[in-house]
């Protein structure tokens, strides 16, 4: 089965300091990783993923994520953070062993940044 | 704007009541994946179409749900005797074949009393 963990039900920074959202995942194969932010009363957008090649993923908006394979973690980056990027984040996994389609998401992290 | 598009984008309905919601993907998208999100938590798959083919069904879709995409275009999601553990968002996604990226749409928001 494929899980996804996110470990910090909210994140505080100040703007300008950098940002890290944690996400660490289960699969049995190769993992297949994403991130997507949610506003209020919205749908997901997609921000980055890792399929295969560089462990460093560049996304949308200056967001950056790393896949660590020997920690089986995937956690999303920022150097420098905005008001603006205040949202709920959600990291999402999929075994590309099963053949299944379906996305395994978190339970998300609330990133609140401080003017 | 060719985002995934999804209607109604609110719905309240009494218990015992039948809904029905619709998704339209993005152009040429041949998959089309149905989400429900509670609140406080991410969203839970429930079903994916690759074409009109339904290939993958969650436990989570009873038989009071039902899914169809007949022409491999346009997706509708009915829920028949809503109960009020139904209350939630219901997010369609699209993908190409060629991308494992899910684009979402903004969602339908069901409100059972």
């Known amino acids: 089965a494929q899980s996804v963990a996110q470990p910090e039900d909210q994140v505080n920074v100040a703007e300008g300091n950098p940002l890290t959202v944690k996400c660490t995942y289960s699969v049995s194969g190769n993992p297949y990783l994403f991130w997507y932010v949610q506003y209020p009363n919205r749908g997901l957008q997609f921000l980055l993923k890792?399929?295969?090649?560089?462990?460093l993923v560049k996304g949308s908006y200056g967001f950056e994520a790393e896949f660590n394979k020997s920690q089986t973690s995937f956690h999303l980056k920022k150097p420098s953070a905005l008001v603006s990027d205040s949202a709920l984040y959600f990291c999402a996994v999929r075994d590309e062993g099963t053949g299944r389609r379906a996305l395994t998401f978190g339970s998300g992290t609330r990133l609140q940044v401080q003017p | 704007d060719t985002g995934v598009s999804q209607n109604p984008r609110h719905k309240i309905t009494k218990r015992g009541q039948n809904v029905t919601f619709r998704c339209d993907p993005i152009?040429?998208?041949?998959?089309l994946y149905w989400y429900r999100q509670t609140l406080g938590q991410g969203p839970e798959f429930l079903t994916y179409?690759?074409?009109?083919?339904?290939?993958?069904k969650s436990r989570l879709l009873s038989d009071r749900f039902s899914a169809e995409r007949p022409k491999g275009s346009f997706s509708t999601l009915e829920i028949q005797r809503t109960e009020q553990g139904d209350s939630a968002m219901y997010l369609c996604?699209?993908?190409?074949?060629?991308?494992?990226?899910?684009?979402f749409g903004p969602g339908t928001r069901l409100l059972v009393l």
């Open positions: 890792y399929i295969t090649g560089d462990n």
């Open positions: 996604a699209s993908s190409p074949d060629e991308t494992e990226t899910q684009y």
């Open positions: 179409f690759q074409n009109e083919a339904q290939l993958e």
């Open positions: 152009s040429e998208h041949n998959r």
